[in-house]
């Protein structure tokens, strides 16, 4: 048998992409749960005496776009109807009090509104949900670090007077997807036109209005995209100077427009890594720090706290249609996987009728809280924390992974501590894939064979062309 060793080595060579990791288990692996077996209060009652000191993230799902990107899997509907967005509003504020005991339970850290697009709601929506946080965490604005909004560019630059206001609400980071500065490229990719002019602007404008930290994106792969373009996105970003980059492979999953029709060909493939090596290398040079695998800073001003405290095992309290919780016990949705107008429609009835519950979702053993924290948090883990999860009993399926990557130069190890070398921070997707656990895996290769499965389907019945995906997928190597 391939030693672990060789194995990995093997992968590097390869240049085998996985798609990021930024949860386990992922969403794929979610099922419903048995009627009655779970209450939102026994879950994280549960989940209370799993922490030393219990501390909490808090996320807010806006499902509302006005356009559907492509390549776009997300919880999203197309809406810009604001009788809608009041309705909506006063759904996710009455779930936000239905959890008081909950986010009182717990130190508030980071409070983050995402979607779909947020920066649609009007400045007196986001006053009504800060206003109902304030009524149950009355001092959330001195103990939270982070409050961040999901934009678009064109939000910040064509209505500069409602940003600002979401700053004088307290907003300190925005996330703007800008993903390439190459217009031609975000076109084909089906996501609209926003040329450089806006983007300049949107960042423009957020220095002046004093935003803390403008967060922006740029993504490897695009159909057309070639070294070239991707050279012009990433210089021309670093000189914009936004306090936080991050750097994405472009992964179309099945449940993307894009798979569904197979209108898409972007490339998946080992070279994207020298895409990778050219903006470590101008960021770096730029002054900006690295603190994730696809996240680079300013230091002092820029970081994504709450995915940082996510990693590092702070629980999620995820409120909203669509909306994922993340606990030590069972991380869990209360609605549906598949976005429509009519689930928000009875998210917004059960939620005003206090009915929401866990509905879909994957229960925890101490073994898989002990590979959440592999699989996520090896930038900079003290294996210590993960005894009380059982680390010891299962050190013989850890330990030579850990092994292995060191031999192979991705992680230092510090005493019981394990920290991500350079090397470690590119190919870190590869490593923590090792660490997932063979029921995960399984249950990840049922939904996407049969999302795999229902798209050839509907394009046979179409007469489109097979989708066609370059690249290895390491899901392949560790069945």
């Known amino acids: 048998m391939t030693s672990l060793h060789q194995q990995l080595a093997d992968y590097i060579d ?25 209450t939102i209060h026994d879950v994280w009652e549960k989940d209370l005496a799993n922490h030393q000191v219990p501390e909490l993230n808090l996320y807010l799902h806006v499902p509302f776009c006005d356009r559907k990107c492509g390549f776009c899997n997300l919880y999203t509907i197309i809406s810009t ?33 995402g979607g779909g697009t947020p920066a649609l709601l009007r400045p007196r929506h986001f006053e009504q949900i800060f206003t109902a946080i304030g009524a149950v965490y009355p001092n959330w604005r001195s103990t939270v670090e982070e409050v961040a909004v999901e934009a678009t560019p064109s939000s910040i630059a064509d209505e500069p007077g409602e940003f600002q206001a979401l700053i004088d609400m307290g907003l300190t980071r925005a996330n703007v997807g800008i993903q390439s ?34 967060s922006t994106d ?44 197979g209108a898409y060909q972007y490339m998946w493939q080992p070279e994207l890594y020298d895409r990778y090596d050219y903006a470590r290398q101008v960021f770096l040079e730029h002054g900006y720090v690295q603190e994730g ?68 979702g994957f229960e925890l053993t101490g073994e898989e809280n002990v590979r959440k924290r592999l699989v996520l948090d090896t930038f900079d883990l003290d294996l210590s924390e993960l005894d009380r999860f059982g680390y010891q009993q299962h050190a013989a399926e850890f330990e030579p992974i850990l092994d292995a990557a060191e031999s192979n130069g991705l992680l230092h190890r510090i ?10 921070f590119k190919y870190r997707d590869i490593l923590s894939w090792m660490f997932y656990s063979e029921p995960v895996k399984a249950l990840d290769r049922e939904y996407y064979e049969s999302l795999h499965a229902a798209n050839r389907r509907a394009r046979t019945n179409m007469g489109a062309t097979p989708l066609r995906i370059t690249g290895i997928d390491l899901r392949e190597h560790v069945a």
């Open 14 to 38: 390869q240049g085998v992409i996985p798609p990021y990791q930024y949860s386990y288990p992922p969403r794929s692996t979610y099922r419903p749960l048995q009627e009655g077996r779970w």
């Open 81 to 113: 109807d604001e009788d809608v967005f009041d309705a909506y509003t006063d759904a996710l504020c009455t779930q936000i009090r239905d959890h008081t005991e909950i986010i009182q339970a717990r130190r508030l850290r980071t409070v983050y509104i």
């Open 181 to 214: 500065l190459v217009p031609r490229e975000i076109r084909e990719a089906g996501r609209g036109g926003e040329d450089e002019d806006v983007i300049r602007r949107a960042v423009g404008t957020a220095h002046e209005l004093g935003l803390p930290d403008l």
């Open 218 to 261: 740029l993504i490897m792969g695009f159909a057309g995209q070639t070294p070239e373009t991707w050279r012009h996105s990433v210089d021309e970003l670093a000189r914009l100077r936004p306090t936080t980059i991050s750097t994405y492979f472009l992964t179309v999953r099945p449940d993307a427009w894009f798979s569904k029709t």
């Open 293 to 360: 695998s696809v996240r680079y800073k300013r230091p002092g001003r820029g970081g994504y706290a709450q995915k940082v405290l996510t990693f590092h095992g702070v629980p999620l309290l995820g409120l909203g249609v669509g909306a994922r919780s993340y606990t030590s016990v069972l991380d869990y949705m209360s609605g549906s996987v598949k976005p429509s107008t009519a689930e928000v429609a009875d998210y917004i009835k059960r939620a005003r009728s206090h009915e929401l519950a866990p509905v879909t």
């Open 415 to 424: 005493g019981r501590r394990v920290q991500l070398t350079p090397k470690g």
